[in-house]
């Protein structure tokens, strides 16, 4: 396919860059990009000959983007269709990492750990909640396949890459600074996904297919990738129809090490007197010293099938007047399989254990050593089994339109709803204790899998035919969590003639947005009466020897470490699922209210902006106002079972909980301002100052509300407990952002930048105080008194980003080209902690190879330290780690062409940590992804 362009990045360069553009041309010339077969030209004055040449494939995308990049009177990048498809990006997350100030993380929060796909992406170091997710410039609604993301905190607004094959796309543009006729939500910036259109083929009829295969290395699975897309236009081009669908299957693999806490305790717990009195006894230094909890070898599969496609009409019965309906689906299954071989130093601290090897970290105050035994064998450890049946899935319908009513007016909008959905129907659980007569463990850092093993291990005392007795089912059913917007839009631009004042932008918009629990959740959990028991021993029921059927793969755990176990027996998925169904091991009866909430969203919005130009530079300043409208839902624990919405639940206090519903009402001023400026026919600059807001996570307003025991009958004492917070205001920033940019050469380009983000109101984990009705427990039933209590929940509080950002990228020859970028940014909050999602350091380093039928590129991208977080009690870190991506090309014809594509190539280790950087949270290894194409293209 030919792309043709000026000659800008040609020979008459010079000449382009003094031809000036208005600011409608420019909005013109950036819509004409979607096109997969790209023609621009540019009007210029009788004396002026330009040029044009003839590029193709990684050329074509390069120019694609600086052209946009250099011309937007905004801080843009922007990746093209053709960039895409010379990378193995199989979702757009993996697109973005290539561009300064992108960061991609390999989880939404952390809860699940890291994976081999990228998954969120977060724009300057920030958290991904920071960065708005469009779709051809509006909403799109999110889901979430693991269950803590479903139901947990620190999702926030962010959205699942996951879902969206790159194959969906024209071009992503990432915006790193506002305007007022933006769509407020992006403290950090916003990534707009631009679908392909059925008017932008060249083409009357185009049929383009891709069929591969993708295997991964740690799973030892092939599995198919198919994808096609079909588009027709009339001859008189006013009108076209597209069809694109999408079946991409894969497995996975990941092998771990986890250490974390156990029965609702820190993940670090001092050894006390209360419960370690043998040990102390022992050895009194070891007193208040920190022990790890539980250590445990984690194997986990995954077999993800990705689906769906978009449908688009497009008419032009003039060239005044477009209108475009599209309709987008995709979901994921993610049915996954979790096994964990714990080591419970609680249990075996606190059970009159003979200590030995012990070692201290002076620095930590960690018990990084020790070995103990017993006389008889004893529960020391724990095996989790966890079978989820999960999926994910976003669907949107969105009609957009445009009308050149004059030469001075052109009126545009769009109106749709998109939803989403993320599910957890049924988790099989089954928990047994393990049982030894000793064991051991040592502590390597975080760069390193910790060392536990058992000795003497012995089945339950008379069960001969189990290997492990029951100890508990866990786990929430039911979950269903549903993502909804709606939206409507209007905008107008008016030309002038004013001076330096070209045009005036004016528009406005209102969207309804829902998240919320579809139906009640049911918690597995603790059976309240006796538990299940075989009638022949009197033990609890567990699973027998023959159906523990499989074992952990061979070569589990290489590369993490050594001297944790690795030859270990399981049931498969389906084994279990019976044994859950059969056994009635727990009754799965009791109402989880702790995971439901609902949040129901009004927003009103409406901006002015006017677009300016003088000799040399372009930029506008507006302002938008918007006005919001929540409505949260708080369980509140209460004894009345007539209160509204009452539910009994064991996990409220009291027995159960009744619902209320919180209001909050703000409005919000959003000046902006940006300007380009000329400064040579090469260099541009670029300055922008904006106020920017981003509303709190849903979960963070809508959540149960919790408190201990209360004993003071004066209400005088304070109290503790954890609850949502819906009066929490948006995360308020000003922001403040410059930009030099350098076009030494044809497709080539050098820039440096620095941006600040003021945040007067960002959200963070804290106490909120409060004066709550409580019933005294040490007094007569139903003795009731007003106290104050501090609850755990999320507060605001200053804080700020600041940063650079460098980027180069340039031609070698005229087959060769490298990249490169790196982004600094210091986020931290008022009293100086690290802000959650924040990344230091972030960098990349590409090259390429190209001719007229074989391609080759290489990326390198690296992510310093990121804090995920609180997690069971403490900080939570990933450690720095790389990605090394390669892509392989060779186009037959203008029709066939295949491609080998690697991911994670250098088989990168995922290493987390708590307080401590010696201190190991987990360590993961995922694998590498080879896929080969076959694309045919008509």
């Not at 986890?258 to 820190?266: I, K, R």
């Not at 528009?507 to 059976?527: F, L």
């Not at 990344?839 to 804090?867: I, P, W």
């Amino acid at each position: 396919m030919s792309h043709h362009s000026p000659d800008f990045i040609g020979h008459n360069e010079e000449q382009f860059m003094k031809v000036k553009q208005t600011p409608i041309s420019q909005a013109v010339f950036v819509a004409l990009l979607g096109a997969s077969s790209y023609a621009m030209a540019q009007q210029a004055p009788a004396t002026q000959q330009l040029e044009t040449v003839t590029v193709t494939g990684i050329r074509a995308s390069q120019e694609k983007s600086l052209s946009v990049k250099r011309n937007a009177d905004t801080h843009i990048d922007v990746i093209s269709a053709e960039d895409i498809g010379k990378m193995p990006d199989k979702n757009v997350a993996d697109s973005l990492a290539r561009i300064p100030g992108v960061t991609i993380l390999n989880s939404p929060s952390g809860g699940s750990g890291g994976f081999d796909e990228r998954d969120r992406v977060g724009l300057r170091g920030t958290n991904p909640s920071l960065t708005q997710t469009l779709l051809d410039r509006h909403a799109v609604a999110n889901g979430d396949w693991f269950v803590l993301d479903q139901t947990g905190a620190g999702v926030g607004r962010s959205v699942s890459f996951s879902l969206l094959p790159s194959e969906l796309v024209s071009r992503v543009e990432v915006h790193k600074n506002a305007s007022a006729s933006d769509i407020e939500g992006g403290t950090a910036g916003s990534v707009n996904i631009v679908t392909r259109k059925p008017l932008d083929f060249a083409k009357a009829l185009t049929f383009e297919a891709g069929i591969g295969a993708v295997y991964a290395d740690l799973a030892k699975k092939t599995d198919p990738q198919l994808s096609a897309l079909l588009a027709w236009k009339n001859e008189s081009k006013t009108f076209g129809v597209l069809v694109q669908a999408f079946n991409e299957k894969r497995h996975l693999r990941r092998d771990g090490v986890e250490t974390f806490a156990h029965d609702g305790l820190l993940s670090l717990t001092p050894i006390s007197t209360d419960n370690n009195p043998d040990v102390i006894a022992q050895n009194p230094a070891l007193k208040g010293v920190l022990f790890p909890n539980l250590i445990g070898a984690a194997y986990f599969t995954q077999e993800r099938e990705r689906k769906g496609g978009v449908i688009s009409a497009q008419i032009k019965p003039s060239k005044d007047v477009e209108m475009t309906l599209t309709g987008m689906s995709s979901k994921m299954d993610a049915d996954n399989y979790n096994r964990n071989y714990m080591l419970s130093n609680w249990w075996a601290l606190s059970r009159t254990p003979v200590l030995s090897g012990t070692a201290v970290d002076p620095s930590t105050n960690i018990l990084t050593k020790a070995s103990f035994t017993f006389a008889t064998p004893t529960n020391i450890g724990v095996y989790d089994l966890i079978s989820r049946k999960a999926s994910a899935e976003t669907n949107f319908v969105n009609l957009e339109g445009s009308w050149q009513v004059s030469s001075a007016l052109k009126l545009s909008g769009n109106v749709g709803t998109s939803t989403g959905k993320g599910k957890t129907l049924s988790q099989d659980v089954f928990e047994g204790d393990i049982r030894a007569t000793g064991g051991s463990y040592e502590l390597k850092g975080s760069g390193e899998a910790p060392a536990f093993n058992f000795t003497g291990l012995t089945p339950p005392a008379g069960e001969t035919g189990t290997p492990f007795g029951l100890d508990w089912i866990f786990g929430d059913q039911n979950v269903v969590v549903q993502d909804k917007e709606t939206w409507a839009q209007v905008d107008a631009e008016y030309a002038l003639d004013a001076g330096i004042l070209k045009s005036l932008k004016f528009g406005a918009r209102s969207a309804q947005h829902k998240r919320y629990t579809d139906g009640p959740i049911i918690g597995q959990g603790p059976n309240w009466g006796a538990p299940v028991k075989n009638s022949v021993s009197g033990l609890s029921i567990g699973l027998t020897n023959a159906q523990y059927n499989q074992a952990y793969p061979g070569n589990f755990g290489e590369g993490l470490g050594s001297g944790f176990p690795t030859n270990i027996r399981f049931p498969d998925a389906a084994t279990l699922a019976e044994y859950a169904k059969t056994a009635a091991v727990r009754p799965i009866e009791r109402r989880r209210v702790a995971a439901e909430y609902s949040v129901k969203e009004k927003v009103t919005a409406g901006y002015l902006q006017g677009n300016l130009e003088g000799e040399g530079w372009n930029g506008n300043v507006g302002v938008r106002l918007v006005n919001t409208k929540t409505t949260s839902l708080v369980w509140v624990p209460t004894k009345d079972t007539a209160a509204p919405g009452y539910a009994i639940s064991p996990w409220c206090d009291g027995g159960g909980c009744y619902q209320t519903f919180r209001n909050n009402n703000y409005t919000d001023v959003l000046p902006s301002a940006s300007i380009r400026i000329d400064v040579t026919p090469k260099v541009v600059a670029r300055m922008a100052l904006s106020r920017t807001i981003t509303r709190p996570d849903y979960t963070a307003l809508s959540a149960s509300q919790a408190t201990g025991s209360y004993r003071d009958i004066t209400g005088q004492a304070v109290g503790t407990g954890t609850s949502g917070n819906p009066e929490l205001t948006p995360i308020r920033s000003t922001n403040f952002d410059a930009n030099i940019e350098w076009y030494f050469a044809p497709r080539a380009f050098v820039s440096m930048g620095a941006f600040h983000m003021n945040m007067g109101s960002y959200i963070i984990d804290g106490i909120k105080r409060a004066t709550l009705r409580t019933e005294v427990t040490n007094a007569p039933t139903g003795t009731f008194v007003n106290a104050p209590f501090d609850l755990t929940t999320q507060i605001n509080k200053k804080a700020s980003v600041t940063g650079l950002e460098f980027a180069f990228e340039t031609p070698i020859f005229n087959n060769f080209g490298v990249s490169a970028n790196y982004t600094y940014a210091d986020g931290h909050d008022a009293s100086g902690h690290v802000l959650r999602g924040s990344v230091k350091h972030t960098a990349n380093l590409g090259g390429f190879f190209e001719n007229d039928q074989f391609s080759a590129r290489v990326n390198y991208g690296y992510n310093s330290d990121n804090f995920l977080g609180r997690d069971r009690g403490t900080d939570y870190y990933q450690r720095g780690s790389a990605v090394l991506s390669a892509s392989l090309g060779y186009k037959l014809n203008e029709n066939f062409a295949v491609s080998l594509d690697a991911q994670n190539l250098n088989d990168p280790t995922l290493k987390y940590y708590g307080d401590f950087k010696s201190e190991p949270r987990a360590i993961y290894k995922n694998g590498r992804q080879f896929y080969l194409t076959a694309r045919v293209k008509y």
